[in-house]
């Protein structure tokens, strides 16, 4: 069974500060997703990431896959309230139309 | 914003009831997902379909059943409701593009309660 494991679970900082997200697998996946979720709402896609070693800007967000496409990273510089959220990545199995999520990582900035 | 509707946006019910819900899209996307989001879990798919009348399970799809008759329409039943599937269920559409990228665009999600 492939997982994707996201690290923090949790995470509270104050406006300003810079984080980064991890998501992890002993998989490899044929692309990988980020989404952003609000409370009360479906996940809204941010990125996709598809060629090992891939950077992605988004503003302030900074996506990366990794070069063996078995994991990703997502880096926020100078966080804002409105970053607030549940975060999910998701991975596309290769051969499939199916994707694995990652459990998520709940972000709070405090203003 | 992807053009996708679910019904209803919340249900109680009871235990050993049938439910069904639906998920409609204006996009014309191939594929269609189920999933259910639980704390600690994050998403986990139930069934997805490839296509009018072609479908397949998830990892969670024991006590589940779905029909997709329409290009537009994906239901998923709840043959006989049990407390363990209060969830909240998230509808999902992707059209395969370039290779590997199916990005996935979300419903607004069913809320379920099962007393």
């Known amino acids: 069974t492939q997982l994707l494991e996201q690290s923090p679970q949790f995470l509270s900082i104050q406006e300003g500060e810079n984080l980064t997200v991890y998501c992890n697998s002993s998989?490899?996946?044929?692309?990988l997703q980020w989404y952003r979720q609000e409370p009360g709402e479906g996940p809204v896609l941010l990125v996709t990431?598809?060629?090992?070693?891939e950077v992605k800007k988004l503003k302030r967000l900074t996506f990366q896959f990794g070069d063996a496409r078995k994991d990703s990273s997502l880096h926020i510089t100078a966080a804002q309230p409105g970053d607030t959220g549940l975060y999910l990545c998701?991975?596309?199995?290769?051969?499939?139309?199916?994707?694995?999520f990652g459990t998520g990582t709940r972000l709070k900035v405090l203003a | 914003d992807a053009g996708i509707t679910q019904s209803p946006r919340h249900k109680v019910t009871e235990t050993g009831t049938p439910v069904t819900l639906r998920c409609h899209q204006t996009?014309?996307?191939?594929?269609m997902y189920w999933y259910r989001q639980d704390p600690g879990h994050g998403l986990r798919l139930i069934h997805y379909?490839?296509?009018?009348?072609?479908?397949d399970k998830g990892e969670v799809s024991d006590g589940y059943s779905v029909s997709r008759s329409k290009t537009e329409d994906f239901l998923l039943t709840l043959e006989s409701a049990t407390s363990s599937q209060t969830s909240v269920y998230f509808c999902?559409?992707?059209?395969?593009?370039?290779?590997?990228?199916?990005?996935?665009?979300f419903g607004p999600g069913t809320r379920l309660t099962v007393t």
């Open positions: 996009e014309n996307h191939r594929y």
């Open positions: 990431v598809v060629t090992g070693g």
């Open positions: 379909s490839y296509g009018v009348k072609d479908t």
């Open positions: 998989s490899v996946f044929s692309s």
């Open positions: 998701a991975g596309a199995v290769p051969g499939t139309y199916k994707y694995i």
């Open positions: 999902a559409i992707s059209e395969p593009g370039l290779a590997a990228s199916y990005e996935q665009y």
